[in-house]
């Protein structure tokens, strides 16, 4: 199955996460929240993909870029506790993060995430985070399926191939990460931009 790489991937508890120093107050707070709550380090660096896909796309579009970066490193940081309770997923994160102060904006933007839980994606970070959440796994997947196994060895129209191969990592939905279109994006440059975030902390990614 060509899913399996990512599966084993993403159940792996043995690679090592050097966490990316860290820039400013908030960012310090929520790494320490996230070591906190998330025991898996592949998931670790699933929310760190999405940090800095987020960082890339919020650049891209003139957005406020430490407030997206926050919430793609935050939105799955109920995850393990809510895995038996999908219905769940995004409430229990959104209870904290509100709790502790974090900005609306970005309580928001990790509540609507969870399509299951069927809250409106209004702001442009919520459609982000949205879109964003799925096209890292179809990436890791990718750059896994690859001789190399790595990200540098992959680029967008290499992602873009495995797209359409509709039984290629399933887990990462297709109609999800169509939804970049909502930020005047096409899929092509969504892809791309996605790659080259992924990328630049590669190290970070072990891959
Ligand atoms: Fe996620």
Redesign the pocket.
């Known amino acids: 199955m060509l899913t399996e790489p990512l599966d084993k991937w993403r159940q792996g508890g043995s690679l090592q996460v050097n966490l990316p120093q860290e820039n400013g107050m908030d960012r310090n707070e929520a790494l320490s929240l996230v070591k906190k709550h998330v025991k898996n380090k592949n998931l670790v660096k699933?929310?760190l993909a999405?940090e800095a896909v987020m960082g890339a796309l919020a650049r891209r579009l003139g957005e406020d870029e430490d407030a997206w970066r926050l919430a793609g490193l935050v939105?799955?940081l109920d995850?393990d506790e809510t895995v038996k309770t999908p219905e769940r997923h995004g409430l229990v994160s959104a209870s904290i993060l509100d709790e502790l102060g974090y900005p609306q904006a970005v309580v928001q933007a990790v509540k609507s995430?969870n399509p299951a839980l069927g809250v409106e994606r209004k702001s442009s970070m919520d459609k982000a985070l949205y879109a964003a959440?799925p096209v890292?796994g179809l990436v890791i997947a990718a750059a896994l399926i690859h001789p190399e196994k790595k990200l540098s060895a992959i680029d967008g129209g290499f992602v873009l191939k495995r797209f359409g191969e509709k039984h290629f990592a399933r887990g990462a939905d297709r109609d999800q990460i169509k939804a970049c279109t909502e930020l005047g994006m096409d899929l092509d440059e969504f892809v791309d931009i996605s790659v080259r975030a992924m990328q630049d902390i590669s190290g970070d990614l072990g891959l």
Do not use: G, L, P
């Open positions: 699933h929310m999405v939105h799955d995850y995430h959440d890292t």
